[in-house]
């Protein structure tokens, strides 16, 4: 059995019920929280590009400005534009994320996703296919 997802609030306060009826005991469970950035700190969020602004960028975060960007993240963005128009994405520098090779393969533990939405509802987006992940060092072109 594989464990449940990392989870990841929208805000500073996360709620955590453990409910148990009386018929049954087991194990239980032993859960990890740490502090994670979010889109306060630059990392996710809404990229409303349905306004007057038909242009936007992220990156990723450097909290500390030291030119490298910090461990542990999990940042996601939701692009939204104008009905009846297309997101077009292109990537302005090289990437630079944790990556090793050897003769045989190569291994990426940092790396950029971007995947297909399909509608908005209540301000998230209907997540299907991935069509682009990487971890590549030569900057690919628009999509």
């Known amino acids: 059995m594989q464990p ?3 989870l990841k609030s ?3 306060v996360m709620t955590i019920q453990f409910r148990t009826d009386g018929s049954f005991s087991a194990r239980g469970f032993r859960a ?3 502090f994670s950035y979010g889109p306060l700190q630059g990392c996710g969020g809404n ?4 306004g007057d602004s038909t242009t936007g960028e992220i990156r990723s975060l450097d909290a500390n400005r030291d030119g490298k960007y910090e461990p542990n993240l999990n940042c996601h ?3 939204i ?3 009846g128009k297309n997101v077009r994405m292109s990537f302005a520098s090289q990437f630079a ?3 090793a090779v050897n003769d045989t393969h190569e291994t990426c533990w940092d790396y950029i996703e971007v995947r297909k939405a399909t509608e908005v509802l ?10 682009f992940r990487s971890a590549m060092a030569t900057v690919p072109s628009p999509t």
């Not at 990229?47 to 349905?50: Q, V």
């Not at 209540?122 to 069509?131: Q, T």
């Open 4 to 6: 449940p997802p990392i």
């Open 10 to 12: 929208r805000g500073n």
């Open 32 to 34: 990890y929280i740490r």
């Open 47 to 50: 990229i409303d590009l349905t």
């Open 77 to 79: 963005w939701v692009v």
């Open 81 to 83: 534009g104008r009905d």
């Open 97 to 99: 994320v944790e990556r």
């Open 122 to 131: 209540k301000g998230y987006k209907n997540i299907s296919d991935i069509f």
